[in-house]
């Protein structure tokens, strides 16, 4: 019933969008799915040479992302809501947590404002530059604007972890390459994600957060 709904509901030219469409469909309508392979077949392709069909198959699955959260201008309560409300009515996210929110004092940049920060981690159907891409167009939608580096801002939104990934390029470098040296990041991801491991360290968090702590005493 699904696909029929589906097939239905939109007519696509092409295959390869009927593909990622019902396959989005799936992970949405059943919960307990965490990852498919699909194949669509299309019979009597319009193609030069004679065919029975030609088909597609692609694989998706949820990931498990956790972002930092921060604001230090105007209402910031006000600016990481935004960015909750924002993300929990996009429906390519699912199961979102918060930790609680902190006051911290500015990183980096020290002539500005106190921030208020926290870790939001969900699941996500987008890939990694996808999600980038979609989180820069809340920041932008909250008025963020990038003069001074590790300036002031209304909303920021950094990718930490993605799964276990690592990735290194030009637009986004996960995990996140500061975020084991900032405890404003490291204590609120520790309350969702204690025990989890840096891809790269290999250290639990909760380890990372006490040598941070030990280092500011």
């Excluded at 498990?64 to 604001?71: D, L, P, R, T």
């Excluded at 470098?173 to 790269?200: A, N, Q, S, W």
């Amino acid at each position: 019933r699904l696909f029929n709904r589906e097939m239905n509901r939109q007519k696509d030219q092409l295959i390869e969008r009927v593909c990622e469409r019902l396959a989005k469909a799936v992970l949405c309508e059943f919960p307990l799915v965490e990852k498919l392979e699909l194949t669509v077949k299309k019979p009597y392709a319009p193609v030069l040479n004679h065919i029975d069909y030609v088909a597609v198959t692609i694989e998706r699955r949820w990931h498990k992302v956790y972002i930092g959260a921060g604001s230090n201008m105007g209402d910031k309560a006000s600016y990481l809501d935004y960015a909750v409300k924002r993300i929990c009515e996009d429906d390519n996210n699912r199961n979102f947590r918060e930790a609680a929110r902190i006051v911290t004092e500015p990183w980096g940049y020290k002539e500005q404002d106190e921030f208020l920060n926290t870790v939001f981690a969900f699941d996500t159907l987008y890939q990694p530059l996808e999600l980038l891409d979609k989180l820069q167009d809340i920041e932008r939608e909250a008025g963020r604007s990038r003069e001074i580096h590790w300036g002031p801002r209304t909303l920021d939104l950094d990718i930490l972890l993605y799964d276990k990934e690592i990735i290194e390029g030009e637009r986004l470098i996960i995990p996140h390459p500061l975020m084991d040296k900032r405890l404003f990041v490291i204590t609120p991801l520790c309350e969702l994600h204690p025990y989890g491991i840096h891809p790269l360290t290999g250290e639990r968090f909760c380890k990372i957060k006490d040598n941070l702590l030990k280092n500011t005493t």
